[in-house]
């Protein structure tokens, strides 16, 4: 008996939809990139309740014949290949003859298209990849796609779509990576009735301040030109300067004018800064290749973001030397600065002058160098250690707002001296040997633990700030924070809407009013959120306290005197986690009796 049978066509784009189209973004993704390959200069993308109930992407292309327009909708009917040698010379974006196709299998799908020298249009509904009606209309030149009710036919893949805000915000990350690549062209996006964005024809570096303006003022001002031109391709774009560099920061590959994900060349970049970027610092890049295709392979992936080189290690050499000397070449790197602060003010003489006189040296014959005697010092040094080790240092108490605390690690007759190196590190005598302390870890470790303790009681009361400050959004970084207002209000931010995607930081909580960076504070929130699916709840109150620790932990930097490094050290173990950062930092090492005895 014969068990194997060919599949339905409704059947193998169902399975076909499942590999290329995942989600909304996905099919605005394939859309957007058949508009373009279709000679558009003007897309325009509206979205009902963030693509569940209708996408719609609309173009003034050249269009498509009755017959093009059916068969547009068949698997793998495509106008790009005609033989397997075309996949090694493709620069359109879509050309398996897929995507139409999947869409179709998985949504009620209707498409109005004209081309310019026709009068008529041709109007096709397909649902279910069941064609339900297919007749002449009355429409614009180019071509418009109305995809309603996306997985309607696949209950289980409508289930498992995120929340409106999550999808919504891949769409417009999905958008932001075509419109960058095509700054020729006019991009609108719309919400429902809400214009997410508006973006008219301009250059590259126009369309990034316009797509990330809001978000970063004066970001054209922020970035460096780089270009590569070589024999195994062309690398160009902008990478942002180390001072400007943010946790946050906007980081984009294109190659061929199509987004990708490239690990390698992204430690290619950071191989660049070397030494320029603080831990937890991103810089900002946007950078385009110019490959043959035949030295690339974008078909590994069906979302094609994963694309693989054949020059993958000179390509690597090339792009990290392209961004070092564009740092270099724009006086990027830091400059050695010699402060003049405090120097004597040295004249110039006058070099025709002459009645100069050489200066004259007087001498005291009588001058004994050894009148005072090196027991005088010696004595008097003695007694000074004396004195330190016969009066210890009473420890500070703790302050009343401190969380419950543990016993210290040590006693005060066992600590004989205290000393800050570098004004770095903490050192003091232990029973078990020398105790050594990092001074700003072991301050972020104390201030978290205070300010998480505070917000767990309420304690977070608001203070009116002096003069507000704005916080500017990009649409997607905006989906994420509108939801988190009522928990920032309620730990004591004062925050007001300010315009579309802009809030007034009025008054933040008073255990904040000497942090110098609100907003660099409430970016740090923004990215645990995305983080987080946009959804922080029972980590807010730890987010707020790390990033405001490590604030403030990075402004200590006067000089400790003996009297001041006891108390912070107690403080440190009255914590419940003296030993690491909330981040997992180390704070405490002791080197014992042992090593210091091995040394000798």
């Not at 937890?280 to 890049?285: H, I, Q, R, V």
């Not at 290749?289 to 080189?309: C, L």
Request: with cysteine; proline share 6%.
């Amino acid at each position: 008996m014969d068990i194997i049978h060919l599949l339905p066509d409704a059947v193998a784009n169902q399975i076909a939809a499942g590999e290329v189209i995942q989600r909304p973004a996905s099919v605005i993704k394939e859309l957007m990139e058949n508009a373009i390959d279709a000679g558009a200069t003007k897309i325009q993308v509206v979205v009902k309740n963030a693509g569940r109930t209708a996408i719609q992407v609309i173009d003034n292309g050249k269009g498509m014949s009755e017959t093009d327009a059916r068969l547009a909708f068949e698997r793998h009917a495509t106008s790009k290949i005609t033989d397997a040698h075309d996949l090694f010379a493709l620069r359109t974006m879509g050309f398996r003859g897929e995507a139409l196709a999947s869409i179709a299998a998985v949504a009620d799908v209707e498409l109005r298209t004209r081309q310019p020298n026709s009068d008529i249009g041709t109007f096709i509904e397909i649902a279910a990849s069941k064609i339900i009606a297919h007749e002449p209309t009355v429409c614009a030149e180019g071509t418009s796609f109305l995809v309603k009710n996306l997985f309607y036919n696949v209950p289980a893949r409508r289930k498992f779509l995120k929340s409106d805000d999550t999808e919504m915000r891949q769409i417009t990350q999905e958008f932001q990576r075509i419109v960058l690549v095509y700054p020729h062209i006019h991009f609108e996006l719309r919400s429902g009735d809400d214009l997410v964005y508006d973006l008219p024809a301009s250059n590259t570096r126009q369309r990034i301040t316009a797509v990330f303006g809001k978000k970063t003022r004066n970001i054209a001002q922020q970035l460096v030109q780089i270009e590569a031109k070589t024999t195994l391709g062309n690398i160009s774009g902008f990478v942002g300067k180390p001072e400007f560099a943010m946790r946050t920061a906007n980081q984009f590959f294109f190659v061929n004018g199509r987004y990708m994900r490239h690990p390698y060349f992204h430690k290619a970049v950071m191989q660049a800064y070397d030494r320029m970027l603080q831990p937890d610092e991103n810089p900002a890049y946007f950078i385009f290749f110019d490959i043959d295709p035949a030295e690339i392979d974008v078909n590994i992936h069906p979302t094609k973001t994963e694309i693989k080189f054949e020059n993958e290690r000179d390509l690597w050499s090339i792009l990290t030397t392209c961004v070092k000397e564009a740092l270099g070449k724009f006086n990027v790197a830091p400059a050695i600065d010699f402060d003049t602060e405090g120097l004597i003010d040295m004249p110039v003489g006058n070099v025709h002058a002459t009645d100069m006189q050489p200066p004259k040296v007087e001498l005291n014959p009588q001058y004994n160098p050894f009148a005072h005697t090196a027991a005088h010092h010696t004595t008097t040094h003695t007694d000074a250690w004396q004195s330190l080790y016969e009066q210890p240092h009473t420890p500070t108490p703790l302050p009343t707002e401190q969380p419950p605390t543990m016993q210290p690690l040590f006693d005060d007759t066992e600590r004989t001296a205290t000393f800050c190196y570098k004004n770095k590190y903490l050192l003091t005598t232990v029973k078990s040997g020398l105790l050594v302390v990092h001074r700003q870890r072991a301050y972020q470790r104390i201030l978290y633990e205070r300010i998480l303790h505070q917000l767990e009681m309420q304690q977070s009361a608001s203070q009116r700030t002096l003069f507000p400050e704005i916080l500017e959004l990009t649409p997607d970084d905006n989906i994420v924070f509108a939801p988190l207002l009522p928990d920032l209000q309620a730990l004591g931010f004062d925050i007001e809407p300010f315009g579309k995607a802009a809030y007034s930081i009025n008054g933040v909580p008073a255990l904040m009013t000497d942090e110098p960076d609100i907003l660099g504070v409430l970016h740090n929130m923004l990215y645990c959120a995305k983080e987080h699916d946009g959804n922080l709840r029972g980590e807010l109150y730890e987010a707020l306290a790390y990033e405001v620790a490590k604030s403030s932990a990075k402004s200590q930097s006067k000089t400790m005197t003996a009297d001041e490094i006891t108390p912070l050290i107690d403080q440190l173990f009255a914590c419940r986690q003296p030993n690491t950062t909330p981040d997992g930092k180390t704070i405490v090492a002791i080197i014992s009796d042992d090593d210091l005895d091995r040394r000798f």
